[in-house]
């Protein structure tokens, strides 16, 4: 399967020889946010998904947390088995066998998260990279940067948000700008949550290779959510 760091490398070459003004965006299916509670709304989780291919994102992601945000790890399975992007499993990842389920899901990447693994990170994505996942370590402050830094992970996502504030928080792109340059260059940076319109999209890339981006692509209406998305892919996707 193609996974994350081939695609957004990919793209990154391209916009560099200025061949493509095509995004790199990972787009989350997302059902519920403990801020605005039911995005799903009646809709197909594999419908979104057709649109996000369609919309020519890069890959998918999909919580598969079931207390905060009514994750389906079945639904997940489903997900991986009906697209030929790399998918994401985010979801507060702390055993081992979360990691074998996720590989066994045939997933692309799993996320992990310092401020809930520590310093054993390190050893979590290690694990994960045995079980064929990349791996995307998830960081809200310098200190998790450091533990992420001295990982062999690939991927190091910017989360805007804090995620022990389960998104209750106003989280920007500032965030981003503050600490993208603390990131190794040898690493795919990511800026996730709080990207909202296009705006906040441009600020996030002048920083990072990618973003990943859910509540906002669920809250569009359905009729217009495959062009809000492609808007955010960029106008000359085709």
């Not at 989780?45 to 945000?69: C, M, N, P, R």
């Not at 890339?205 to 960029?234: N, P, R």
């Amino acid at each position: 399967m193609i996974n994350f760091k081939r695609q957004a490398n990919a793209i990154k070459n391209c916009n560099k020889t200025n061949k493509t003004n095509k995004n790199a965006v990972i787009a989350e299916i997302k059902v519920h946010s403990p801020k605005y509670g039911d995005l799903l709304k009646q809709r197909n989780e594999l419908d979104i998904l057709k649109i996000y291919e369609e919309a020519g994102v890069v890959g998918i992601s999909y919580i598969t947390d079931k207390q905060y945000f009514n994750g389906d790890f079945d639904v997940f399975k489903e997900i991986c088995k009906n697209t030929e992007l790399p998918v994401l499993r985010k979801d507060f990842i702390t055993k081992k066998a979360e990691i074998e389920k996720t590989a066994e899901a045939e997933a692309s990447t799993v996320l992990l998260i310092p401020r809930i693994l520590g310093e054993e990170t390190a050893e979590f994505v290690d694990y994960a990279n045995s079980c064929g996942l990349d791996t995307l370590v998830e960081v809200h402050n310098e200190q998790e940067i450091e533990i992420a830094k001295n990982t062999k992970t690939s991927m190091i996502g910017i989360n805007n948000r804090d995620i022990c504030k389960l998104e209750l928080d106003d989280g920007t792109v500032s965030l981003t700008e503050k600490l993208a340059n603390l990131i190794p260059k040898d690493r795919i940076l990511v800026s996730e949550s709080g990207i909202s319109n296009l705006n906040d999209l441009n600020i996030a890339l002048m920083y990072t290779d990618a973003v990943l981006v859910g509540t906002s692509f669920m809250k569009a209406d359905f009729e217009i959510q495959k062009e809000f998305v492609k808007s955010f892919v960029g106008e000359n996707y085709d």
